[in-house]
């Protein structure tokens, strides 16, 4: 039997003091109040236990980790015909980048860089009666917890600053891609990105994914094709030009999120969420994917 909270402990030991911390980012903002020496990290099994350590309590933007939480949301309305709107190879490019969409026709690489969790968020507007509340509420279920929201203020700080992200829109739209109107679908990106959970919360969140498609309270949302579906784009796409290095040292399909979160699961086993809010310069936690690459070579415990 591994003891999981000496190994979460002895990372966090490890790492905590770590002079080299990454930057926080700076583009929202808002985000710049966040501490450079906050880290937590919380894991949940699959059996039901759960171990922590440091600032697993704190709330932190999730940003981009919204990303899944929408597709999975997204995978349940459209299904198959997500697919012929987005695509679901590795872009190789940052999670910003706009030419390759230029080059291929208004049709994303996939759903977790930018401009696919655009694509994402209309295909929410289209079907959600009204998108922020029912998301709010579908993310709220899935974790078994009522408290999570979204932070008005980051939303807010987006809105005013994200001038790619409106770029990326309008590129879509060119390409009849986009079907609800620019400034719609991304109040709605805008406020998914703006989700704000603690390490625990957000553990909870993506237990669906390591669970078959059920969450926590035992409700089946998601078919487990599906989930073998979303968890293979985490694996592939889930870091950007970054996702080789990640399946590489960690060796887990996960998420990250310019707040600074990341969060990476063994399906039937675990799901595992670091926060240290510096970041490296593909935009992901520095300290989070030293944490993640200690846990799975210390416990032994990857897909590979
Ligand atoms: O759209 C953006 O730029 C942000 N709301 C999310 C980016 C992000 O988290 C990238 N992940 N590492």
Redesign the pocket.
């Known amino acids: 039997m591994i003891d999981f909270q000496n190994v979460l402990d002895e990372i966090h030991n490890d790492l905590k003091l770590e002079k080299e911390r990454g930057l926080i ?1 700076t ?2 903002p808002e985000l710049k109040k966040q501490s450079n020496t906050s880290f937590g990290i919380y894991l949940n099994t699959i059996s039901g236990e759960n171990f922590y350590v440091g600032d697993w309590n704190l709330k932190f933007s999730i ?3 919204s ?1 899944v939480l929408a597709l999975s949301k997204a995978i349940t309305f459209e299904n198959k015909n997500i697919w012929k709107r987005v695509d679901v190879e590795p872009s190789g490019n940052p ?2 980048q706009l030419s390759l969409l230029e080059l291929e026709n208004g049709i994303p690489r996939n759903p977790l860089i ?1 401009t696919g ?1 655009i694509v994402i968020a209309d295909i929410l507007v289209t079907h959600l009666k009204n998108p922020k509340e029912d998301f709010l509420n579908y993310v709220r279920h899935i974790s078994g917890d009522q408290s999570i929201n979204y932070n008005l203020e980051v939303a807010a700080s ?1 809105q005013k600053t ?1 001038f ?2 409106y770029a990326a829109a309008n590129l879509l739209k060119s390409y009849n891609n986009l079907n609800n109107d620019v400034d719609i679908v991304l109040d709605f ?2 406020h998914q ?2 989700l704000e959970m603690n390490c625990k919360q957000l553990s909870n969140a993506f237990y669906l994914f390591a669970n078959k498609g059920k969450c926590l309270n035992n409700n089946q949302h998601l078919t487990s094709s599906q989930v073998k579906r979303i968890n293979a784009i985490m694996l592939t796409c889930g ?2 030009d970054e996702a080789g290095e990640f399946a590489f040292e960690v060796g887990l399909p996960g998420k ?4 600074g979160g990341i969060v990476a699961l063994l399906p039937n086993d675990f799901v595992i969420v670091t926060w240290s809010p510096g ?1 490296n310069p593909k ?2 936690s520095l300290i989070g994917m030293q944490a993640l690459e200690k846990f799975t070579t210390k416990t032994n415990r990857s897909i590979f």
């Open positions: 980012a583009y929202i940003q981009s980790i990303k999670f910003n930018n969790a987006e994200g790619n992200n990106y805008f990105c703006a870091f950007y990250s999120g310019v707040g970041l935009g992901n």
